[in-house]
């Protein structure tokens, strides 16, 4: 029993290439179908394009020229490649039409990246360079910033480094200062009291922060250069003063209060002599050893002694009072400015370096993502040029369209979406037949059991079947599914036997296997939409010499099922009313109807299991002849139905109509 359908010849290996435009484009160029295609010429060493040696028919004047002037000219043309040794190594071209360079000379190239090849199609492309050309400025212009970016950040690092290596010199002599005027342990007493009077104005000073900047002592080193800090001195050991020694420094206000009291004491001295002078004067004037005028100058020099005294006095106290104070109080406050003005510097030029640094990010960024669309752009403007991957005939990916009665022609000037196919280059070594098994036929092909009808031709039962245990032309295809290779093929290996008949070669017979149904229907026609088909796809195993080409119309007749001995009618030679089944049968001059039982069935027989007996003769069109004895078995089926076989009726005349 056989399901008899129509298809298509495929290749079963096909290279098809697609549309890998973005959006829709035009073909501007393609190459005639039924054009040999001939696979790419590819680099064998990684290496540097040095030389490309124009084709020999060429003139010796010419000079190295892109790929598209020198695939002008037809002959053979020699691209030398040259590796990281120095060593050349020559690829021989035959530049001839569809074939095109791929490579100039300075492109660096790889193992097995093409240097040459079949231009199969040309998509438009003009849009697409317009739009590379913006965005290579736009590339330059990314590169320009990031360069400019690198360049802050990096100046920034050196000005944050001169900034904060001013401010800590700044706050360095404002201590030196403050220590130089003060002394240290003074000085220190001194900047905890300032400190505190400021805590009470600026109550975010922290006061530990600013001690710790003070490098009176060891903990505000360690606070500033770490834990691991030690102090050197140009003092050995032996020479160091002891702590309490050290603590007796005194700064430059003491060494001025030294000097004014010790001018207090030299004017007090003055005085007492002075007035000692002067009494003593006076004695001698009684006596008339002095006169008054020395009397009278003695007087004077104890005036401008108490004077001096007085001098003297107001200094010191001035020193006391004001001078001391307004100069601590100025020193003190430079110093914690110049410990805030460090911390502004260390601070603006952190948050400066930062924001250099965010900048440089997204320079980078921006030329990364600037670098995303350049590569785009240019593997759009590859992708315009389809190339043949392989060896292969090229077809025209031609598709009719499910929508509608429009088909999808592929030709120069036709517009083709993204991921299109556009050509296929079928190998004709590998031909398949595609046909559409209607859903009234598809049980018939159950893959699960597709072994199980033709196990009763297991003469020996082994589980397998042979050459004597095969019908026909069967075995010849078969044969092709023995993947063991010994002669037999195993009822689980079976694959259905398809007789194939192309109308390109009428009256040979093409042998196939069955090799995959689909699981889901094929998708509707716009015209069908209730059509429910499967695919299925059949390995063509015997050509019989002849070269099959993709497309050509074909009847598939699957044998699914092998009965010896069984008796079959034409299918049409059956009429079903109710469940009964009934043929007309010639009987000498007139018909006879009779009831048949019938068996298995195909698109093409019935079997029939009683009723009619070989060599008899059957009407083949009893609808056309008998539609009223059809009718009339029909009104009694529907009360009560004829009675069994053999009742003669009249046909209207003598003859055999449509046996």
């Not at 359908?5 to 290279?15: A, C, I, L, P």
């Amino acid at each position: 029993m056989t399901v008899t359908e129509r298809g298509q010849t495929d290749s079963r290996s096909n290279v098809t290439l697609t549309s890998r435009v973005e959006g829709t484009s035009t073909i501007i160029f393609l190459v005639p179908e039924g054009t040999a295609a001939k696979a790419p010429i590819i680099a064998e060493v990684a290496g540097t394009v040095t030389e490309i040696v124009p084709p020999e028919a060429a003139d010796d004047e010419i000079e190295s020229t892109s790929s598209e002037e020198q695939t002008s000219s037809t002959g053979v043309t020699a691209v030398v490649v040259t590796d990281g040794n120095g060593a050349e190594v020559r690829h021989e071209v035959t530049v001839v039409e569809p074939t095109r360079l791929r490579v100039e000379v300075g492109d660096a190239v790889e193992v097995g990246e093409p240097l040459a090849g079949d231009l199969l199609c040309e998509l438009d492309s003009s849009e697409l360079r317009e739009e590379y050309k913006e965005q290579v400025i736009k590339l330059k212009q990314a590169e320009a910033d990031l360069v400019k970016a690198e360049a802050n950040r990096t100046i920034q690092r050196s000005q944050n480094r001169s900034d904060e290596a001013a401010a800590h010199l700044a706050q360095t002599v404002a201590e030196l200062e403050l220590k130089k005027y003060l002394g240290e342990s003074e000085a220190r007493r001194e900047l905890e009291r300032f400190l505190e009077n400021e805590k009470l104005r600026n109550p975010d000073l922290v006061v530990e922060e600013v001690l710790a900047e003070f490098s009176g002592d060891d903990r505000s080193l360690a606070a500033r250069y770490g834990p691991d800090f030690e102090p050197v001195s140009d003092v050995s050991e032996d020479e160091q003063p002891d702590d309490e020694a050290a603590a007796k420094k005194e700064g430059e206000f003491a060494q001025q209060r030294n000097e004014l009291l010790g001018a207090v004491t030299v004017a007090e001295e003055d005085l007492a002599r002075t007035r000692e002078v002067f009494e003593f004067t006076k004695r001698l004037a009684r006596k008339g050893y002095k006169s008054l005028n020395d009397v009278e100058a003695d007087r004077i020099a104890v005036t401008k002694a108490r004077i001096a005294l007085s001098v003297a006095r107001e200094k010191l106290g001035l020193l006391d009072e004001f001078s001391k104070s307004r100069t601590a109080e100025e020193m003190l406050a430079n110093f914690v400015e110049s410990v805030a003005a460090k911390e502004r510097t260390e601070t603006s030029g952190t948050a400066a370096l930062k924001a250099f640094e965010k900048e440089y990010e997204a320079r980078v960024n921006a030329l990364e993502i600037e670098q995303s669309k350049h590569d785009r752009l240019t593997q759009q403007l590859e992708a315009c040029l389809m190339f043949a991957p392989s060896d292969g005939i090229v077809v025209y990916a031609n598709q009719q369209s499910r929508r509608s009665s429009d088909n999808v022609v592929i030709e120069e000037r036709a517009t083709v979406r993204e991921r299109q196919a556009i050509i296929k280059l079928p190998d004709l070594n590998r031909m398949q037949v595609d046909a559409q098994v209607h859903e009234s036929r598809i049980s018939l092909l159950d893959e699960n059991g597709r072994g199980g009808s033709f196990a009763s031709l297991d003469a020996d039962g082994d589980g397998s079947l042979g050459p004597t245990e095969m019908p026909d032309w069967t075995w010849n295809a078969l044969v092709h599914a023995d993947v063991n290779d010994d002669g037999r093929v195993d009822l689980d290996e079976y694959r259905f036997p398809v007789s194939l008949r192309i109308d390109s070669y009428p009256g040979e017979r093409f042998l196939g296997l069955v090799q995959s149904i689909s699981s889901v229907p094929s998708p509707s026609d716009w015209m069908r939409p209730n059509l429910k088909q499967y695919a299925a796809e059949i390995e063509i195993v015997d050509t019989g010499g002849r070269s099959l080409k993709p497309g050509m119309t074909t009847v598939v007749e699957v044998l699914v099922k092998h009965r010896a001995n069984a008796l079959q009618v034409p299918v049409q030679a059956v009429v079903g009313v109710g469940s009964k089944r009934y043929c007309w049968v010639l009987d000498g001059g007139a018909t006879e109807l009779r009831e048949v039982r019938v068996g298995d069935s195909s698109t093409t027989g019935v079997e029939i299991v009683d009723g009619v007996v070989e060599g008899e003769t059957v009407v083949m069109n009893p609808r056309t002849h008998f539609a009223k004895v059809i009718e009339e078995l029909r009104g009694k089926n529907a009360g009560g139905g004829a009675k069994g076989r053999g009742a003669k009726k009249p046909s209207g005349g003598p003859g055999s109509p449509g046996a």
